[in-house]
């Protein structure tokens, strides 16, 4: 019940930080969309894509556990939306980034949400492994564990400031390749903290989101690059 909470809690608090930004710069609709029709096809398609994406790789993830369920990971979350909006601008012609619009707001949902996944203990299957570092948390079993979570949430939160505090000097760099660097930033903190998280390995020591943020990774690389190319 309580991650329920915070999971409505981390999409309001997204909406009102997403409204917020685009009202403050005037961001009608993401940048390349020219009408509203094609707006709405293409919020359907992102949709569609981060559900698929975060129910495909969260009970993928859970299953290669060993454990049995459905689970939900915003990590493929990302990469679903990315996947379908990415088809989707091919076939609408789209060729300048779009993603800026969803970053602060995405930002938002990712630091509050895994607030809830901390908060819910070992249920949630998203604590770190055994440390005995002082800031180890135990969850009930008497390990202290990292709270690889709030490592995610202080990460992606030190992004977000960076983005508004930087916006206003460069906007036309944050529009061009602002969520390339969003991309960038959250596939590599995750891919750091996949190394302190119990999940089992299937190539090279690495795990299922650890393949994932690499895959991330090398499109935000290679999309950074096409846009210095074509700026």
Known sequence: MLHFVFDLLALVSGVLVSLWFRRRY???????????????????ALLLGLVAGSALFGTLNLHLAGH???????LGGVFGA???????????????????????GLIMLIVVGRVGCFLAGLPDFTYGTPTRLPWGVDFGDGVRRHPVQLYESLTMLAFLAALLLNYPRHPQFWLRQGFYVFVLAYAGQRFLWE????????????????????ALLAYALLMLNRSRNHG
């Not at 049995?68 to 915003?74: F, I, L, P, R």
């Open 68 to 74: 049995d369920g459905v689970a939900k990971s915003m």
């Open 26 to 44: 005037a961001l009608q609709r993401p940048a390349g969309i020219t009408h509203s029709t094609q707006h709405h096809y293409y919020l359907l």
């Open 82 to 104: 990315i996947v379908a909006a990415e088809i989707f601008k091919h076939f609408a012609g789209v060729r300048q980034s779009t993603g800026l619009y969803f970053v602060p």
């Open 195 to 214: 190394f302190l998280k119990p999940y089992p390995p299937l190539l090279m020591g690495l795990n299922l989101f650890h393949l994932l943020s690499l």
